[in-house]
T-cell receptor, first 116, second 114 residues
């Protein structure tokens, strides 16, 4: 069974500090996604990581993927209050039919709070 | 581009009732997936529709059923509602082709079962 674990589940940061969120998954997957969710809102796609060693950056967020270790990281640089949200990683479960989009298996999320 | 839309935004039902939620996918997307997100949890996959057929199903009982229409829009039906069905129901759409494509989520329908 494909499982996804994130840690930490809760993270309180000061503005200007750096931190990393970790995402481990239990079996082989060829895609990993990071999403952001604000309270009461839907999921916003941040990154899609497709291959071993993939690194993507957007603003103060940088995501990387190590498929051999089954590990992805989301690094936050010089945090600001606007980054406060819950961050989810998700991996794709292999399909049993010919389509290209599998179903996403999500971690429990990391609730990030950035304080002045 | 309107993105993924869902209706209604909120719904209150009582135990034993039935509910239908609706989803219109993003333009150009033909695959629709439904997820249930309980409070404080990550979304859980319910099922996926492609070419008007249920292609994959998560660990949800038969009370959860769906449909996809020729215009790719989709419905999620839940019968015999239980208190535990209270959650945010998210619809996600994606194109069949394009491995690099992410699944785009709609705003969700928040269901409260009393």
């Amino acid at each position: 069974e494909l499982k996804v674990e994130q840690n930490p589940l809760f993270l309180s940061m000061q503005e200007g500090k750096n931190y990393t969120i970790y995402c481990n998954y239990s079996t082989t997957s060829d895609r990993l996604y990071w999403y952001r969710q604000d309270p009461g809102k839907s999921l916003e796609s941040l990154f899609v990581l497709l291959s071993n060693g993939a690194v993507k950056q957007e603003g103060r967020l940088m995501a990387s993927l190590d498929t051999k270790a089954r590990l992805s990281t989301l690094h936050i640089t010089a945090a600001v209050h606007d980054l406060s949200a819950t961050y989810f990683c998700a991996v794709v479960k292999a399909l049993n039919y010919g389509g290209s989009q599998g179903n996403l298996i999500f971690g429990k999320g990391t609730k990030l709070s950035v304080k002045p | 581009d309107a993105g993924v839309t869902q209706s209604p935004t909120h719904l209150i039902k009582t135990r034993g009732q039935q509910v239908t939620l609706r989803c219109s996918p993003k333009s150009g997307h033909d695959t629709v997936s439904w997820y249930q997100q309980a409070l404080g949890q990550g979304p859980q996959f319910i099922f996926q529709y492609y070419e008007e057929e249920e292609r994959q199903r998560g660990n949800f009982p038969d009370r959860f059923s769906g449909h996809q229409f020729p215009n790719y829009s989709s419905e999620l039906n839940v019968n015999a509602l239980l208190l535990g069905d209270s959650a945010l129901y998210l619809c996600a759409s994606s194109p069949t082709s394009g491995v690099q494509e992410t699944q785009y989520f709609g705003p969700g329908t928040r269901l409260l079962v009393l």
